[in-house]
């Protein structure tokens, strides 16, 4: 069982809609990432969180919009996504920023 | 940006067969770490390496970081089926953000 938790499991909106993803550890992890799979690739790195401050942004477009409310908590936040976005959406944890990352088993999101 | 060559992409195998890949890189790194991805789940950490030299092992894994630091490998041993998925190696910058950078990922398939 992965100590990293993400909700929903399963994400289907349309391009017009605002949906949030959400991710938990509760491990003492101080630095959080999200991370984009599309199938068959590798993970690629989106955002990272350290000490609940914005660290990293890999000039993601402005319709994802990261937020860590507290120091186990990071949102993801969609707005009018484009078809293209579809993907596994991953959240990870390590104990300091780029230190070995625990992964979550991600959302899957289809957008229509 | 950099990036690491890992090979091969797919293995066929049959079940008790010894299994090695390995990644490669024109960068040094100071940390090498190998996942392993089941479907419809995030990546687990298998092993962690952070000196050149290092030999470890997790069961029937084997990961060792190269004296260069430029190259890492995973040995797993008597494969059996749940050794199925797709294994990534990814390695951590020596320099500016120090990323983790994921291979290409090897996909292992085994016929019992």
């Known amino acids: 069982d992965t100590e990293v938790t993400q909700t929903p499991k399963h994400l289907v909106m349309g391009m017009t809609n605002k949906k949030s993803l959400k991710c938990e550890q509760h491990?003492?992890?101080?630095?959080m990432y999200w991370y984009k799979q599309k199938a068959k690739k590798p993970p690629e790195l989106m955002f990272v969180y350290s000490y609940e401050k914005l660290s990293i942004n890999e000039s993601v477009p402005s319709r994802f919009s990261p937020e860590c409310p507290n120091s186990s908590l990071l949102n993801l936040h969609l707005h009018a996504l484009q078809p293209e976005d579809s993907a596994l959406y991953l959240c990870?944890?390590?104990?300091?920023?780029?230190?070995?990352?625990?992964f979550g088993d991600g959302t899957r999101l289809s957008i229509l | 940006g950099q990036q690491l060559n890992q090979s091969p992409q797919s293995m066929f195998i049959q079940e008790g067969e010894d299994v090695s890949m390995n990644c490669t890189s024109s960068s040094i790194f100071n940390t090498w770490l190998w996942y392993k991805q089941d479907p419809g789940e995030g990546p687990v950490l298998l092993i962690a390496?952070?000196?050149?030299?290092e030999l470890t092992s997790n069961g029937r894994l084997t990961a060792q970081f190269g004296i260069t630091r430029k190259d890492s490998f995973l040995n797993i041993s008597a494969s059996i089926p749940s050794d199925v998925g797709i294994y990534f190696c990814?390695?951590?910058?020596?320099?500016?953000?120090?990323?983790?950078?994921f291979g290409q990922g090897t996909r292992l398939t085994i016929n019992p």
């Open positions: 491990m003492g992890h101080r630095a």
């Open positions: 990870a944890s390590s104990q300091e920023i780029f230190q070995p990352q625990h």
């Open positions: 990814a390695g951590r910058t020596l320099s500016g953000a120090q990323k983790l950078v």
């Open positions: 390496l952070y000196k050149a030299g």
